[in-house]
């Protein structure tokens, strides 16, 4: 594996399940980072960690809770989520946070709430 | 102020024909000014980047335009092709900082054969 890859590739839960994405970057990077993308609008920052330690939460909901337990992983577990939770969940990554380090995307987890 | 504002939303150019999709910023702090491209069923990936110390920055068929005293940037595409389709976005941070990327809303582009 190269990159950055993010598993399950789509995910369909209701809003009373408990489900977890993950990302696995391959690069050797220090930093992390989780985004949401939504059709027509910016994407949004919402969880930022650096060697391990979150160091940002963009006033993300209690109902998305991350994990970090190592520099190579990271996690979002996901409960009791609603419908408009249902987007483009974008993992990232990059040598370091600051110092015009490019960000590598992994492909996303297409997450649908019913 | 943190907003970066891109037009048009969506754009359809004719093969060999070029592309121009524009972005607006207000913070004048801004130093770090990247385009990203999307291909469906994929994460962005960097395209090309730009520092407000040169006015235009070229690689290959990519061409970044860059007014400081107008807070606008524009990606041009020359020679547009059908593998140039996809969705793409500007953004902006301060220092490169990449937690604190702000991006633009993205323009899907169709280049048509």
């Known amino acids: 594996e190269t990159g950055v890859t993010q598993t399950p590739r789509h995910l369909v839960m209701g809003m009373t399940n408990k489900k977890s994405l993950k990302c696995e970057q391959h690069?050797?990077?220090?930093?992390m980072y989780w985004y949401k993308q939504s059709a027509k609008k910016p994407l949004e920052l919402m969880f930022v960690?650096?060697?391990?330690?979150?160091?940002e939460n963009n006033s993300v909901p209690s109902r998305f809770s991350p994990e970090c337990p190592n520099s190579s992983h990271l996690f979002l577990h996901l409960h009791t989520l609603q419908p408009e939770d249902s987007a483009l969940y974008l993992c990232?990554?990059?040598?370091?946070?600051?110092?015009?380090?490019?960000?590598?995307f992994g492909p996303g987890t297409r997450l649908t709430v019913l | 102020q943190q907003q970066v504002k891109q037009s048009p939303q969506s754009l359809i150019v004719q093969k060999g024909g070029i592309s121009i999709i524009n972005c607006a910023y207000e913070?004048?702090?801004?130093?770090?000014f990247p385009w990203y491209q999307q291909f469906p069923g994929k994460g962005p990936a960097l395209l090309i980047a730009?520092?407000?110390?040169?006015s235009e920055k070229k690689e290959g068929r990519f061409t970044i335009s860059f007014n400081k005293s107008a807070k606008q940037f524009s990606l041009h595409i020359m020679d547009s092709q059908p593998g140039d389709s996809a969705t793409y976005f500007c953004?902006?941070?301060?220092?490169?900082?990449?937690?604190?990327?702000?991006f633009g809303t993205g323009t899907l582009l169709a280049v048509q054969p």
């Open positions: 913070n004048t702090a801004f130093d770090y």
């Open positions: 953004a902006a941070s301060v220092g490169g900082a990449t937690n604190k990327l702000i």
């Open positions: 960690y650096n060697f391990k330690e979150q160091t």
């Open positions: 690069l050797g990077h220090n930093a």
């Open positions: 990232a990554s990059s040598r370091e946070l600051a110092g015009y380090n490019e960000q590598f």
């Open positions: 730009i520092r407000p110390d040169v």
